[in-house]
T-cell receptor
Framework: DAGVIQSPRHEVTEMGQEVTLRCKPISGHNSLFWYRQTMMRGLELLIY????????DSGMPEDRFSAKMPNASFSTLKIQPSEPRDSAVYFC??????????????FGPGTRLTVL | AQSVTQPDIHITVSEGASLELRCNYSYGATPYLFWYVQSPGQGLQLLLKYFSGDTLVQGIKGFEAEFKRSQSSFNLRKPSVHWSDAAEYFCAVGGDSSYKLIFGSGTRLLVRP
């Protein structure tokens, strides 16, 4: 298995531009997570999808952030407009969330976003 | 409140020396505990996990961790550190009724030649 795939690996953009991060979870996994990692705040859960449905988006910082999961093999995290404080590493993770079981989350390599 | 504390921000050990990374948690229900490792520029990789049973769990790369309920701790150990172990280590806690993982702030391990 290729693991969780994220693209791009690096993104440099200017303040005010739209940014779209992409994630392909591991085939067969039914849960997907978007995290943000910064020095100041560590790893923060932004949003959680189960069976393509957003279950918890309480970690999404503000309306500039949106996430979609149109099918089981693809998710996007969009920031519009982007701001310098959005600079961080964004991780996608997936797992098979079966009833009565808690399985490990598999992380992608991350997208390093720099907003100038 | 649910939380994970990793009291050591940085730890430096000599290659071949033993290692212990500390993790304390606060969780209202039965905790599921994890240790992840993050190498520079990489995502997080699971080292080991504890759900139930034997409180000493073995993981990959020669790591082990011991769950001590009375101390609310889940410390990570390795008897002999290799230079390739230099990375950041994250402890995390979750529960059987929650999909959320709560991560600690991480401990950066430096290995002296």
């Amino acid at each position: 298995d290729a693991g969780v795939i994220q693209s791009p690996r690096h993104e440099v953009t200017e303040m005010g531009q739209e940014v779209t991060l992409r994630c392909k979870p591991i085939s067969g996994h039914n849960s997907l997570f978007w995290y943000r990692q910064t020095m100041m705040r560590g790893l923060e859960l932004l949003i959680y999808f189960n069976n393509n449905v957003p279950i918890d988006d309480s970690g999404m910082p503000e309306d500039r952030f949106s996430a979609k999961m149109p099918n089981a093999s693809f998710s996007t995290l969009k920031i519009q407009p982007s701001e310098p404080r959005d600079s961080a590493v964004y991780f996608c993770a997936s797992t098979l969330n079966a009833a009565g079981a808690y399985n490990e989350q598999f992380f992608g390599p991350g997208t390093r976003l720099t907003v100038l | 409140a649910q939380s994970v504390t990793q009291p050591d921000i940085h730890i430096t050990v000599s290659e071949g020396a033993s290692l212990e990374l500390r993790c304390n948690y606060s969780y209202g229900a039965t905790p599921y505990l994890f240790w992840y490792v993050q190498s520079p520029g990489q995502g997080l990789q699971l080292l080991l996990k504890y759900f139930s049973g034997d409180t000493l769990v073995q993981g990959i790369k020669g790591f082990e961790a011991e769950f001590k309920r009375s101390q609310s701790s889940f410390n990570l150990r390795k008897p002999s550190v290799h230079w390739s172990d230099a990375a950041e280590y994250f402890c995390a806690v979750g529960g059987d009724s929650s999909y959320k993982l709560i991560f600690g702030s991480g401990t950066r391990l430096l290995v002296r030649p």
